[in-house]
């Protein structure tokens, strides 16, 4: 959201303007929901599909390397699906329809259909939410993301839940990426710069929607989009702050996801794995009380953890690190210099909080496993199936009492199989999954005395290529 009402207005004035009344003055005379189809008028029919997948946004526009992974993801990399775009309001020039123009040129695309909806009302408009329950994802276009905050409780909040619950997956860009997360800054209030809510954490330009939209493994977070280049950081810490300081985030810890825009985007699979495209993104964690949060005063609160995403990069959002990042700390609303790098105060040996292992061939057998015992946990294990009939083995050790579980992303290049070998070569657990593209994942407890010795075994079912697995080993 762009838009800022003037500071000098009346506190009288304030109070009126509730979420309803801007909308209304940002659209007075209210147009009918408007809709325009692209592709297919039959919607695609199938049992089930392979997500969630989300794709976050640091601007408005799509970011094709994420929407078309989500869509290869939720599909299976098999047939096609249909996909629905919200907008609250109409392009000012150009295309009617940019994001599906973009959409459509996907291959895997059956339809994509936009939805211009201006008023909280249009959240129950039967056609559009028949469309938004036909469709496997759900794309916020930029532009204002109170309007959005104004469907909370309507229909078509349960339709956007319904999408991603059916393995289909939602995203968006800009305010459509505020609105993705669990506590939304819905700026319905107007917009605030990052000295203003540094300033004051409880400015009256800054509030909040919570019980929207809640993902699997995206909790207590809060997304921020711009965010580099309008230096957002600082606003971030604020709403963290103010998060930890009214309980909006359960177990007194939140977490902000700031992407950067010029292509910036953060892809989440469904097993809470992220990987950053195009420019970088943030991960900030507030995981005590501030020690000076209040109205009218401003903020003090020491030790930020600060990770830092750059394009490759990955984050844990299941299983979140506890070290690879940096510390800033804001003092009587006073910023630390360098935001946005810092040498990371405890090395995990990747931004993604844990080491990367990749596949060695020849690796077909235990006797040239390749060897995993010495990474630090979270560890991520890569490699390709490059033949019908390829094999990786990894090496690992675990100690009496442990639990490793392992969590595969399998490309839609191959169907490829998991297997936990005892140091025999004897199967102890599997995972088995049937389809190209679909994940595997797997876990053991070591209940017997001492540490013993085990190996991860990736073998190809069907089809091959150079397309990289990521098996996710944690321990607990």
Request: glycine share 12%; with cysteine.
């Given at each position: 959201m762009t838009h800022r009402p003037l500071r000098s207005c009346s506190a009288a004035a304030v109070v009126l303007t509730a979420m309803a009344s801007v909308l209304t003055a940002q659209q007075p005379a209210h147009a009918a929901a408007d809709r325009i189809r692209l592709g297919n008028t039959a919607d695609v029919s199938r049992g089930a599909w392979n997500g969630p997948a989300f794709t976050m946004n640091g601007a408005g526009g799509v970011v094709t390397a994420t929407m078309t992974r989500a869509i290869d993801e939720i599909r299976g990399g098999t047939g096609t699906l249909d996909v629905v775009v919200l907008a609250g309001s109409?392009?000012?020039?150009?295309?009617?329809?940019?994001?599906?123009?973009?959409?459509?040129?996907s291959a895997?695309?059956?339809?994509?259909?936009?939805?211009?909806?201006?008023?909280?009302?249009?959240?129950?408009?039967?056609?559009?939410?028949?469309?938004?329950?036909?469709?496997?994802?759900?794309?916020?276009?930029?532009?204002?993301?109170c309007r959005y905050a104004a469907w909370k409780g309507t229909a078509l909040e349960a339709s956007v839940e319904s999408v991603v619950a059916k393995g289909g997956g939602s995203g968006g860009g800009s305010a459509g990426h505020h609105i993705n997360s669990p506590i939304v800054y819905d700026a319905c209030n107007g917009s605030v710069t990052s000295a203003e809510a540094l300033a004051n954490p409880y400015d009256r330009y800054i509030s909040f929607t919570t019980g929207m939209f809640a993902w699997a493994n995206y909790g207590s977070a809060i997304n921020d989009s711009h965010f580099v280049t309008r230096d957002r950081m600082g606003r971030t810490m604020s709403f963290l702050a103010r998060?930890?300081?009214?309980?909006?985030?359960?177990?007194?810890?939140?977490?902000?996801?700031?992407?950067?825009?010029?292509?910036?985007?953060?892809?989440?699979?469904?097993?809470?794995?992220?990987?950053?495209?195009?420019?970088?993104?943030?991960?900030?964690?507030?995981?005590?009380?501030?020690?000076?949060?209040?109205?009218r005063r401003p903020l003090t609160y020491s030790g930020f953890k600060i990770w830092r995403l750059t394009p490759g990069s990955t984050f844990d959002f299941k299983n979140r690190p506890?070290?690879?990042?940096?510390?800033?700390?804001?003092?009587?609303?006073?910023?630390?210099?360098?935001?946005?790098?810092?040498?990371?105060?405890?090395?995990?040996?990747?931004?993604?909080?844990?080491?990367?292992?990749?596949?060695?061939?020849?690796?077909?057998?235990?006797?040239?496993?390749?060897?995993?015992?010495?990474?630090?946990?979270?560890?991520?294990?890569?490699?390709?199936?490059?033949?019908?009939?390829?094999?990786?083995?990894?090496?690992?050790?675990?100690?009496?009492?442990?639990?490793?579980?392992?969590?595969?992303?399998?490309?839609?290049?191959?169907?490829?199989?998991?297997?936990?070998?005892?140091?025999?070569?004897?199967?102890?657990?599997?995972?088995?999954?049937?389809g190209a593209g679909t994940d595997e994942s797997l876990s053991f407890t070591r209940t017997a005395s001492g540490t013993g010795t085990y190996y991860l075994d990736m073998e190809a079912y069907s089809g091959s290529g150079s397309a990289s697995y990521d098996c996710r080993v944690t321990r607990s």
């Open positions: 109409a392009p000012t020039s150009g295309s009617r329809t940019p994001e599906c123009d973009t959409i459509t040129a895997g695309v059956n339809s994509c259909t936009t939805w211009t909806l201006t008023a909280a009302a249009d959240g129950n408009n039967s056609q559009v939410n028949t469309d938004v329950r036909n469709a496997e994802f759900v794309y916020f276009a930029g532009g204002d993301q998060a930890v300081k009214d309980g909006l985030a359960p177990g007194g810890a939140a977490w902000g996801v700031g992407v950067e825009e010029g292509g910036g985007s953060l892809f989440l699979d469904r097993n809470g794995m992220a990987t950053q495209y195009g420019k970088d993104a943030y991960v900030v964690l507030a995981d005590h009380q501030p020690e000076q949060a209040v109205d506890t070290c690879g990042y940096y510390l800033r700390s804001v003092t009587n609303g006073i910023a630390d210099t360098n935001l946005y790098s810092g040498t990371p105060v405890s090395d995990c040996g990747g931004q993604d909080g844990g080491t990367v292992l990749a596949e060695s061939e020849p690796n077909d057998t235990r006797d040239t496993a390749d060897d995993a015992t010495s990474l630090v946990f979270p560890a991520s294990l890569t490699g390709g199936m490059r033949s019908s009939s390829d094999r990786d083995h990894f090496k690992l050790t675990v100690p009496a009492g442990q639990t490793v579980a392992v969590n595969c992303a399998v490309p839609s290049a191959y169907d490829a199989d998991l297997y936990w070998l005892d140091a025999n070569g004897s199967t102890l657990e599997r995972s088995v999954n049937g």
